[in-house]
């Protein structure tokens, strides 16, 4: 696609559900980030995948949270058993690889956690 | 550990003034450096990105920014700000880290543009 593409862009969970976040990177692109943004303060770094292998989970703030990208395209973040703290902003971006180091960031799925 | 610092959590300045916005970097190579820009609602979009070479870069709508090494700060300009200017501006360094960089973002400037 011409863009990251994120879905859904709003989800509201009561506490101790599951969601699951996907991401649609830019067509090709080899490298795949999840961030997280709380209210006020600046994205902080989750995970990572070169193509569908995850290098790097060194920002997964819990065992609650699970990324995957089987194919090494379409990503999915789950969240399991949700708390009010996990409230934030969900931001993916996607780069060439490649050692590019410019990313490319989607909309953002906003999760709020009553 | 690699770490940003923007001082300046909010800003207001008048529509056709001048723009500055600090970011100073903790990083032990030579960065990479990146300004974002975020509105309401949206994701971030890139404004400029220094990776090497001469050390003022442009940006688009009309940002540009400067490398500083020996003040490890990458501060982001503007000659005359308009309206549509007004967002949430963080600066980002890239840490290598298992062969991709990770960004790690300062916690952000809000601008405000008064009429």
């Known amino acids: 696609g011409a863009g990251v593409s994120q879905s859904p862009r709003y989800k509201v969970a009561k506490r101790g559900q599951d969601v699951a976040l996907r991401c649609d990177p830019i067509s090709g692109h080899v490298s795949l980030f999840w961030y997280q943004q709380a209210l006020g303060q600046g994205p902080e770094f989750l995970t990572y995948?070169?193509?569908?292998?995850?290098?790097?989970k060194s920002g997964l703030p819990s065992d609650r949270f699970f990324a995957e990208r089987p194919e090494g395209s379409v990503s999915t973040l789950k969240i399991q058993r949700t708390q009010q703290e996990d409230s934030a902003v969900y931001l993916c971006a996607s780069s060439t690889g490649h050692g590019n180091p410019e990313a490319f960031f989607g909309q953002g799925t906003r999760l709020t956690v009553v | 550990a690699q770490s940003v610092t923007q001082p300046d959590i909010h800003i207001t300045v008048s529509e056709g003034a001048s723009l500055e916005l600090r970011c100073n970097y903790s990083y032990g190579a030579t960065p990479y450096l990146f300004w974002y820009v975020q509105s309401p609602g949206q994701g971030l979009q890139l404004l400029l990105k220094?990776?090497?070479?001469?050390?003022l870069v442009q940006g688009i709508k009309g940002f540009e920014a400067e490398f500083k090494r020996s003040q490890s700060s990458f501060n982001l300009r503007k000659p005359s700000v308009h309206w549509s200017d007004a967002a949430e501006y963080f600066c980002a360094v890239g840490a290598w880290r298992q062969g991709a960089q990770k960004l790690v973002f300062g916690q952000g400037t809000r601008l405000t543009i008064n009429p």
């Open positions: 995948f070169q193509n569908e292998a995850q290098l790097d």
């Open positions: 220094y990776f090497s070479g001469d050390t």
